[in-house]
């Protein structure tokens, strides 16, 4: 199986091609003719055409002293099919009329190849407005892509459709950098971009100084570079500086006496940092940026790969799921397959660089499968076939032993297998029939899976009803005992029995801790679970009521999780579409994802 949206194929033996020779479409060419790509300009002025080529030959050597590339070619068009041809991506630089853009990205759609970028250079008119005669398939490929004034300026803003595949962002950030311009995503469609908005906030402030006869333009702008260019100010660490609990204050202020709202100014500041007691610069907790400790971490932490089973597109399918890598700081960085049959369970093989999951399938069918991605090579690999297993869950890696270890749900077995899906065993089956139903089996469905070898054995989470109470978790040793199968073996043992609706499991074997999570009801679902394990990896006895210990609560129906004992870090994600970041002990948990457009599963580090 392959991503549905991948790069466009061998764009850089492909042409970049900018409708608009003006004097700002006639810039965004000569920077990616820079960077060594072949550029066409397309306008329907010979002017505009001439007016471009001399601009071009007279300034890309400067430019490509930047890129440190050997300039492409350049090449004028005015029939715009001709430019089109073989073209990997097209940026619109046409005047900024709403009705041309329209008709524009009409003409694109019908004319440029499928797999081609299509972007808007327009800042005061978001690309989603100019959908009217766009089919639904080529709004994926759409957006903003707004240059301010090369050389000067070399900033770009990428900004979403409100359909663009997501991983196009971090495929345009590294194609952009080719040309020595300084990419900068907006996290979601709004008019003006960052920039220009916090330019409409400085010039509306600034004018109206003027107007009330506060002070005159000279001063304005002379206190401006003392502050701003020479004093290094900037908007969110001054404020970090000053403290946030002072700004709110100062806003206040404003607030009653120009009688403002306070939503999006002292009520924001109040309700996400100051009641949290994120007041700056001066409290162990940070403000607007992380503690200093907190950033230095971060910039250390792994990459969090996680499965989207794809429920909450407004569409879901049975290949709506994806494999998706975000930043330590919560930021998606890359789409790394696409169109997954409810991907589930994952783990990472760090020594061969290679990427395993399972795919659900349709529930209650022969139909799941379990993959790899070698993340060197992008070679996807099916290592279980749909036909074999039913419904794989959770799934984890024996790296010592080179095995995959995974559950299968409506099929009531445990199995493990090599990293290449060979010699496929089923350690343990809890249903007497071959082809049990799954409705009258629904206490031996098995789901969550870890394995500790230093302890020679490896556990399963049965849930149980929904939300039912009658979860349980069990272990067996990794050899199965001479003479015995998965539905005869005599060492399977329940360890923790009564629980609401255990989940998915880790081990953190360095302290024989074992984590899990619960899907069921409160008080004790929706929840991160831990018990201590004995030297036998059986529950240590314990003063508490249980023998296991509620960590933290408040998620949005908790499914995966994954152990960081580095960084004393555990991470959970929710189908609510959040991914928690934690300490070992379940303390400081904060969100680091928060889409309610997603519903995540399992989860991985990199």
Not at 161 to 184: H, N, Q, S
Not at 502 to 511: A, H, R, T, Y
Not at 535 to 559: C, D, M
Request: hydrophobic share 35%.
């Amino acid at each position: 199986m392959i991503p549905t949206w991948q790069p466009p194929k061998d764009y850089r033996q492909r042409a970049v091609v900018v409708l608009g020779g003006g004097v700002l479409g006639r810039r965004i060419a000569c920077i990616w003719a820079s960077a060594g790509y072949n550029v066409r300009i397309r306008d329907p002025s010979l002017q505009q055409r001439e007016d471009s080529v001399v601009y071009i030959e007279e300034n890309v050597a400067s430019y490509a002293a930047k890129t440190g590339e050997a300039p492409g070619t350049v090449e004028v068009f005015e029939d715009l099919k001709d430019a089109l041809l073989n073209a990997w991506l097209v940026i619109e630089a046409v005047p900024e009329k709403l009705q041309l853009k329209i008709d524009t990205f009409a003409q694109l759609d019908e004319l440029a190849p499928s797999d081609c970028i299509l972007a808007s250079n327009s800042s005061s008119y978001k690309s989603s407005e100019m959908l009217e005669n766009v089919s639904e398939a080529t709004k994926a490929r759409i957006l903003n892509m707004h240059y301010y004034m090369p050389p000067q300026c070399m900033v770009v803003e990428l900004m979403t459709d409100g359909y663009t595949e997501e991983g196009i962002f971090p495929f345009m950030v590294e194609r952009c950098k080719e040309g020595a311009t300084l990419p900068y995503v907006a996290r979601k469609q709004s008019t003006g971009f960052i920039f220009n908005r916090l330019w409409a906030a400085v010039k509306r402030e600034t004018l109206t100084i003027l107007a009330e006869g506060v002070s005159v333009p000279e001063e304005i702008d002379s206190l401006w570079v003392e502050m701003f260019l020479r004093g290094g100010a900037v908007p969110c660490k001054t404020m970090d500086a000053v403290g946030l609990d002072t700004v709110a204050l100062i806003e206040s202020h404003y607030v009653e006496e120009r009688g403002l709202s306070p939503a999006k100014t002292v009520d924001f500041l109040n309700t996400n940092y100051i009641s949290h007691e994120k007041l700056g610069t001066k409290s162990s907790h940070g403000g607007l940026y992380p503690p200093k400790e907190v950033e230095e971490k971060e910039s250390q932490a792994p990459s969090v790969v996680v499965l989207d089973v794809g429920l909450s597109s407004p569409t879901p399918t049975m290949a709506s799921g994806a494999v998706l890598e975000y930043s330590a700081t919560g930021q998606i960085k890359r789409t790394l397959v696409e169109g997954q049959a409810l991907p589930d369970g994952v783990a990472v093989d760090t020594d061969s660089n290679t990427l395993f999951w399972t795919n659900m399938g349709i529930p209650g069918k022969q139909d799941g499968a379990v993959l790899s991605l070698n993340l060197n090579t992008k070679a996807i690999e099916t290592i279980v076939a749909p036909g074999t297993i039913n419904t794989p869950k959770q799934l984890t890696l024996d790296k010592t032993g080179k095995k995959v270890y995974f559950c299968d749900r409506e099929g009531c077995r445990v199995y493990r297998c090599n990293f290449d899906g060979s010699d496929l065993e089923a350690l343990v089956s809890t249903s007497n029939s071959d082809n049990p139903a799954p409705a009258e089996n629904i206490h031996n469905w098995c789901v969550g899976i870890t394995v500790a070898p230093t302890l020679g054995k490896f556990y399963w989470t049965q849930k149980g009803p929904s939300k039912g109470g009658q979860g349980r978790i069990f272990c067996a040793n990794i050899s199965t005992p001479a003479g015995q199968s998965g539905t005869s073996r005599s060492d399977v043992e329940c360890i923790l029995e009564g629980l609401p609706e255990p989940i998915d499991l880790e081990i953190d074997e360095s302290s024989n801790l074992l984590y899990w999570t619960d899907r069921g009801e409160i008080p004790f679902g929706n929840s991160l679970n831990r018990a201590r394990l004995d030297a036998s990896g059986r529950p240590a006895e314990t003063n508490l009521p249980q023998k296991h210990e509620v960590l933290t609560r408040n998620f949005n129906e908790t499914i995966g999780l994954k152990i960081d004992a580095d960084n004393n870090t555990i991470y959970v994600t929710d189908l609510g579409g959040s991914i928690y970041r934690c300490d070992l002990d379940g303390k400081n948990k904060s969100v680091l994802v928060s889409d309610e457009h997603r519903a995540f599963t399992g989860i991985a580090l990199l």
